[in-house]
Structures are given as C-alpha cells and as structure tokens.
Nanobody, 121 residues
Framework: QVQLVESGGGLVQAGGSLRLSCAAS????????MGWYCQAPGKQRELVAG???????NYADSVKGRFTISRDNAKNTVYLQMNSLKPEDTAVYYC???????????????WGQGTQVTVSS
C-alpha cells in the first residue's frame, strides 16, 4: 500500500499563489508518474498537471503558463506551484501516482484524499 499526504491548499484572492505538496510513502519500489487532478462541484475530475519519472511534464491548457509541477525523487514528493490564480481554479485538488511495488509486478494507482483550493474574486 501507498499513502499520499497532501498539503498546501487554502483560501486565496484572485491573482494570488499557492503551493501544493504531496508526499508518497509505503511500499514503493519506484514512482513512474505523479500528478494533480482537480474536481469542482458538479464537474468531473480532470488532469491539472503531471510529471513522469524522467521529468517530462504535461499540463491542462487552462493552467499552462500559470502552474508549474515539479518533483523531488529523493523525497517521493510532487509539488504544484499555482500562480495567477483565478476563481475558476476553485476545486478540490487530488494527488495521483503510479508506482511499482517491491516484490510485485505491475504498476498500481493511488489517490490522495484531496485538498481544497478556493480562489475568491
């Protein structure tokens, strides 16, 4: 099993910044992918940004140029720096990871419990 602990959400005014963190722990042989998804009320969960083990990144069009994803492999931690926040960024943000376990084949997906980000106008 893998645990994902998220932090950094909160309330911020439009134009402000927040930094989300997600630390993975548990039975981890390697982390193949880490990312952030968001889910606003009444909407489906959608990808915000992701980063591969090699450092390749992908972003939703709506956050390109404003959000930056990064990871610290030594700490099994992924970060999401969110700048120029807009009210439409308001959502619960979920950390997501794909890992390989020690002594086991295959890749496994895990989700964090989510952290609320609220951007006021």
């Amino acid at each position: 099993q893998v645990q994902l602990v998220e932090s950094g959400g909160g309330l911020v005014q439009a134009g402000g910044s927040l930094r989300l963190s997600c630390a993975a722990s548990g039975n981890i042989f390697s982390i193949n992918y880490m990312g952030w998804y968001c889910q606003a009320p009444g909407k489906q969960r959608e990808l915000v940004a992701g980063i591969s083990s090699g450092g390749s990144t992908n972003y939703a069009d709506s956050v390109k140029g404003r959000f930056t994803i990064s990871r610290d492999n030594a700490k099994n931690t992924v970060y999401l720096q969110m700048n120029s926040l807009k009210p439409e960024d308001t959502a619960v943000y979920y950390c997501y990871t794909i890992v390989a376990h020690a002594y086991s084949s295959g890749n496994y997906q895990y989700w964090g419990q989510g952290t609320q980000v609220t951007v006021s106008s």
